[in-house]
């Protein structure tokens, strides 16, 4: 009876003890989340630059600066990693978002896939730009249209890269949007919100009220600002083997709250951690690298080690 009594009142004690022990951490881990995904609404964040692959590096350099207007900033070869590059933007490093250009070594072909979209090139002129860009060697894939204030058209390079020049009356940013497909897009937009602190700009239903178009970014202004456009499309395939567009750089303060911040969001909403945060000795960079539930990869760079110019 006694024994009974005792081990009954220390199970009890066991279990009021283990209990208070789950309700202590999983309070102190919930705690830890929001503050970490409060942090990142309050990081400095930017697009710094797209990786897209090309077959030919002096023809990619000519299509987007005679061709397109941008300029060409840095090129460099890496033989010890097994490619070339070039920078090219409408800006300096420290204030645009750029593109960066590679080709890797003895390979001379990429396969772009159905999934990427477009960047958007804003323009003064959308008739100008597009014969500019057709006398450099783009194909023109839909002439100019109007469409209310906006003029718009679509040229693609030899590689199969899709640019969407356009002209509205307010200004845009020159080198703006970043369009990708997606499967899912409330779930990708509640993603990027969360483990990328991006704004919901607009959004876009078809006719049959579904959401189709998601438009975020950084900052209050879109016209100062890239915005990244995620399109849904249900058959997206994520296995095609694209290897065309291959990364999103992105800035933050902290790469160590940005990793454990998107640990936790892939927890809820999927996605994969691909790089954990790590100083690259070679160029003294620190970074973290994840992808968002479609496979879509962004690497997030340390804004102060951005700024040296070594990546
Ligand atoms: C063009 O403007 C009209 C009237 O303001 C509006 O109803 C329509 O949705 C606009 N079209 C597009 C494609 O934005
Ligand atoms: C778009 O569709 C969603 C539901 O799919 C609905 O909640 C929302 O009100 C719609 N928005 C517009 C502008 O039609
Ligand atoms: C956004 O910036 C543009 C360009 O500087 C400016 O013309 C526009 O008025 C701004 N819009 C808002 C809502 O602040
Ligand atoms: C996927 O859907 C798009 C339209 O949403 C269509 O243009 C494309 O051909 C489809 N691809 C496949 C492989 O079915
Ligand atoms: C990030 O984490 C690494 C390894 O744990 C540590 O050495 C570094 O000081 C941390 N950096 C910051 C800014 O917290």
């Given at each position: 009876?006694?024994?009974?009594?005792?081990?009954?009142?220390?199970?009890?004690?066991?279990?009021l003890?283990?209990?208070?022990?789950?309700?202590?951490?999983?309070?102190?881990?919930?705690?830890?989340?929001?503050?970490?995904?409060?942090w990142?609404?309050?990081?400095?964040?930017?697009?710094?630059?797209?990786?897209?692959?090309?077959?030919?590096?002096?023809?990619?350099?000519?299509?987007?600066?005679?061709?397109?207007?941008?300029k060409l900033?840095?090129?460099?070869?890496?033989?010890?990693?097994?490619?070339?590059?070039?920078?090219?933007?409408?800006?300096?490093?420290?204030?645009?978002?750029?593109?960066?250009?590679?080709?890797?070594?003895?390979?001379?072909?990429?396969?772009?896939?159905?999934?990427?979209?477009?960047?958007?090139?804003?323009?003064?002129n959308?008739?100008?730009?597009?014969?500019?860009?057709?006398?450099?060697?783009?194909?023109?894939?839909?002439?100019?249209?109007?469409?209310?204030?906006?003029?718009?058209?679509?040229?693609?390079?030899?590689?199969?890269?899709?640019?969407?020049?356009?002209?509205?009356?307010?200004?845009?940013?020159?080198?703006?949007?970043?369009?990708?497909r997606?499967?899912?897009?409330?779930?990708?937009?509640?993603?990027?919100?969360?483990?990328?602190?991006?704004?919901?700009?607009?959004?876009?239903?078809?006719?049959?009220?579904?959401?189709?178009?998601?438009?975020?970014?950084?900052?209050?202004?879109?016209?100062?600002?890239?915005?990244?456009?995620?399109?849904?499309?249900?058959?997206?395939?994520?296995?095609?083997?694209?290897?065309?567009?291959?990364?999103?750089?992105?800035?933050?303060?902290?790469?160590?709250?940005?990793?454990?911040?998107?640990?936790v969001?892939?927890?809820?909403?999927?996605g994969?951690?691909?790089?954990?945060?790590?100083?690259?000795?070679?160029?003294?960079?620190?970074?973290?690298?994840?992808?968002?539930?479609?496979?879509?990869?962004?690497?997030?760079?340390?804004?102060?080690?951005?700024?040296?110019?070594?990546?």
């Amino acid at each position: 009876m006694k024994m009974a009594n005792n081990l009954g009142l220390s199970s009890i004690l066991f279990s009021l003890l283990f209990f208070s022990l789950i309700i202590e951490t999983s309070l102190g881990a919930r705690n830890l989340n929001e503050n970490v995904l409060d942090w990142v609404k309050m990081d400095h964040r930017r697009f710094l630059r797209a990786v897209i692959h090309v077959s030919n590096l002096d023809h990619s350099i000519k299509v987007y600066t005679r061709g397109f207007g941008m300029k060409l900033l840095k090129r460099r070869n890496f033989p010890d990693r097994g490619y070339k590059d070039a920078l090219v933007g409408f800006g300096p490093q420290n204030t645009h978002f750029l593109l960066e250009l590679r080709q890797r070594d003895g390979l001379s072909n990429v396969f772009i896939g159905t999934e990427f979209g477009h960047f958007g090139i804003a323009t003064q002129n959308v008739y100008k730009s597009v014969e500019q860009a057709r006398a450099n060697g783009a194909v023109v894939i839909h002439e100019p249209e109007k469409v209310n204030q906006t003029i718009f058209a679509f040229v693609q390079d030899h590689d199969g890269y899709k640019f969407k020049f356009i002209q509205t009356p307010s200004p845009l940013d020159p080198l703006s949007p970043i369009m990708l497909r997606v499967q899912n897009l409330d779930l990708s937009a509640n993603f990027y919100s969360k483990a990328l602190g991006m704004k919901l700009f607009k959004r876009q239903n078809n006719s049959k009220g579904e959401f189709i178009l998601a438009t975020l970014g950084y900052g209050t202004n879109q016209s100062k600002t890239t915005m990244l456009e995620l399109e849904k499309r249900n058959n997206i395939s994520r296995n095609d083997g694209r290897d065309g567009y291959s990364m999103l750089y992105i800035s933050t303060d902290n790469v160590n709250k940005t990793a454990e911040a998107a640990k936790v969001v892939i927890k809820e909403l999927g996605g994969n951690l691909i790089m954990e945060p790590v100083l690259v000795p070679t160029i003294n960079v620190k970074m973290t690298g994840f992808s968002d539930p479609d496979g879509w990869r962004m690497i997030m760079v340390d804004n102060k080690d951005y700024r040296r110019g070594t990546l």
